[in-house]
């Protein structure tokens, strides 16, 4: 009796959604070395009268990696809450070789990229950044097993996650496909570069309450995890 009480309880607990909370951090490993973390916070909004989520992500290197290859990356999101349409997106890159910006404008009710030959970023449609809040939001239905529209600065891609069959629970392939490639931009930030890379490995870990905790991607000889440590 008193077992199955403390197992709702933990139930109860680990079943909350991480973003009531406001801020998730992840901790980013180049093998089992800590080089990085992301540090993703949310808010509810309204967007130009529209009930909206805001998805802010900053990734930074740490310690003596701040002296390799530096990086302080921002990415802003922000998505209709009833249809989890894209509605705004901004990125401010800075990295060895690249200090960037990067937005998208409102117009006619459409989001589109004024710098991009005023590519439209399509209805339905996800980027990695709202890909990621999804898996992590308890709301991946029609995404876990199913085929989604990624938007890549102007670039549409194919993503299909798919559950890998072997002993280990909760563990996911993740496979993209170009579908249009437009090469508006000569040079991405390198989170962006390297998740899109062909021949790339992707997997991520989904824990019983249905939230991503972990992600592994693999290029060559380099394996790159990032695993969530704290929420608050």
């Known amino acids: 009796m008193l077992g199955g009480k403390i197992r709702y309880i933990f139930y109860i607990v680990f079943s909350l959604n991480p973003f009531l909370f406001g801020k998730t951090n992840f901790q980013i490993y180049l093998w089992s070395l800590n080089v990085a973390e992301v540090n993703i916070e949310t808010n509810q909004m309204n967007f130009e009268n529209i009930p909206s989520t805001q998805i802010v992500y900053k990734a930074q290197t740490k310690g003596i990696y701040n002296y390799i290859y530096k990086i302080n990356n921002i990415y802003e999101v922000i998505i209709d ?4 349409n894209i509605l705004s997106f901004k990125k401010f890159i800075n990295q060895p070789n690249l200090v960037d910006t990067l937005y998208t404008k ?12 005023q590519h439209q970023i399509k209805e339905n449609s996800l980027n990695i950044f709202t890909l990621i ?3 992590m939001n308890q709301k991946n239905e029609n995404i876990l097993d199913g ?14 996650i798919g559950r890998i069959n072997n002993s280990e ?3 996911y392939f993740i496979l993209i496909n170009e579908i249009e490639i437009n090469n508006y931009i000569e040079k991405t930030d390198i989170f962006s570069w390297a998740l899109f890379k062909n021949n790339v490995k992707r997997k991520i870990w989904i824990n019983d309450y249905n939230d991503l905790y972990k992600c592994e991607f693999e290029s060559g000889l380099m394996t790159f995890t990032a695993k969530k440590t704290y929420i608050k």
């Not at 117009?107 to 030959?117: D, G, R, S």
Request: aromatic share 12%.
């Open 106 to 117: 409102r117009i006619n009710n459409k989001t589109i990229y004024p710098k991009l030959n």
């Open 133 to 135: 809040y999804f898996l």
């Open 147 to 160: 085929n989604i529209l990624i938007d890549r600065d102007g670039d549409e891609f194919e993503c299909k």
């Open 169 to 171: 629970r909760g563990l």
């Open 81 to 84: 809450n009833k249809n989890r």
